[in-house]
């Protein structure tokens, strides 16, 4: 029947279990659908937001040409020799720019961050990361690999490319939530269009099954919950991502090809005064692959790559509860303080360092 809910309905479940319900919505009709048709993948992304704080996304808009030539850039990066890496290092919260070796970051809850160096002794997570912000910011280079080679140029211009796809959908995303939000579609735009984000690669490298069998706390990316606005996630086909459930337990996020997982951040969550959640999540051991139980004899689990772009609102962005989340017709007052968007992040990054 036209205009049925069912017809224009653009998701179906990526993951149901424990009360943790993460859809996988077809994004194409946001681009070139009906206003109704836009208006329901808007509602689907929002409900969700609103939810789990999850969604699985399709026909994004991004090629699988162009991630696969990122994973593989990426890949590359992370064989160089550790000295070359090492001579692109991360230095500082605010800069938040190159190469992270394994064991610097401690990912934890909130709660958590005082015991911070404590935890980094006991189970440090098993990743090494590389960290591209917004290129031509006066101050904070990124840290690029292109004085040593040709490959160092090539992933130089990829990485660039890809950073400014990204940024372009985290502005459609936000348009998609601004409507599910009874907001103008553009009510984001300047709030995101500096693109004050961070393209980070990660490489959680071979590990042998053993070291998760004798340390319990060992994983791969300890629990967290992501800071600023959206996370933009890009899987291989390993898996061992998992969501945290209403009921408290830890659920698989399996890879879905050619999707990408977009959950909701700390800041966003801030920003609806709650209304959206801003989920934790954690990376373990990847799950047995069905039927290999018998089959799988090495003792060692293969690396796993994975490229998370966290957006965020401009660094000079006052983030003050959005309209209609607080007043004094539906009873709500506002739950935090104005902060710009910089402030909080910088104050989030110190902590996990
Ligand atoms: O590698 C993944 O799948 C998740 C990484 C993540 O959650 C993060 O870096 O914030
Ligand atoms: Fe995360």
């Not at 690029?144 to 400014?164: A, N, Y």
Request: proline fraction near 7%; glycine fraction near 8%.
């Amino acid at each position: 029947m036209a205009g049925n809910l069912q017809d224009i309905n653009p998701a179906s479940t990526a993951v149901a279990k424990d009360d943790l319900v993460i859809p996988l919505i077809d994004f194409g009709p946001f681009f070139t659908g009906t206003p109704s048709d836009k208006h329901a993948v808007a509602l689907s992304i929002t409900n969700a937001f609103k939810t789990s704080g999850f969604v699985y996304l399709k026909d994004h808009g991004i090629p699988p040409s162009v991630v696969s030539r990122v994973f593989a850039s990426s890949a590359g990066f992370f064989r160089r020799p550790q000295s070359q890496k090492d001579g692109l290092g991360w230095t500082t919260p605010q800069s938040n720019r190159g190469y992270v070796a394994i064991g610097r970051e401690k990912l934890a809850t909130l709660e958590e961050t005082g015991e911070m160096d404590a935890l980094r002794g006991s189970a440090p997570d098993i990743k090494e990361t590389m960290e591209i912000g917004r290129e031509g910011v006066d101050g904070l280079p990124n840290q690029w690999p292109d004085h040593l080679d040709d490959e160092g140029k090539d992933f130089k211009e990829t990485m660039l490319s890809f950073f400014s796809m990204c940024k372009d959908l985290h502005r459609q995303v936000m348009s998609a939530i601004a409507l599910g939000m009874n907001l103008p579609e553009h009510f984001f735009d300047g709030f995101v269009n500096e693109g004050d984000n961070n393209l980070r690669l990660l490489h959680y490298p071979p590990v042998r099954k053993d070291v998760f069998k004798q340390n319990p706390n060992q994983v791969r990316a300890g629990e967290h919950s992501d800071y600023g606005s959206i996370t933009l996630l890009f899987q291989d086909r390993h898996g061992g991502l998992q969501v945290r459930s209403p009921k408290g337990t830890f659920v698989d996020a399996t890879p879905i090809p050619d999707t990408i997982v977009v959950n909701a951040g700390d800041l966003l969550a801030r920003w609806s005064n709650d209304t959206i959640k801003s989920t934790r999540h954690r990376v373990i051991e990847p799950p047995k692959p069905e039927g290999q139980d018998v089959d799988d004899t090495s003792d060692s689990y293969p690396s796993r790559y994975s490229i998370a772009y966290f957006c965020n609102p401009n660094n000079n962005k006052v983030i003050e509860a959005l309209p209609g989340t607080f007043g004094e017709d539906i009873n709500v007052t506002k739950k935090y303080a104005d902060i710009t968007a910089g402030d909080y992040l910088v104050q989030r990054l110190t902590a996990t360092y």
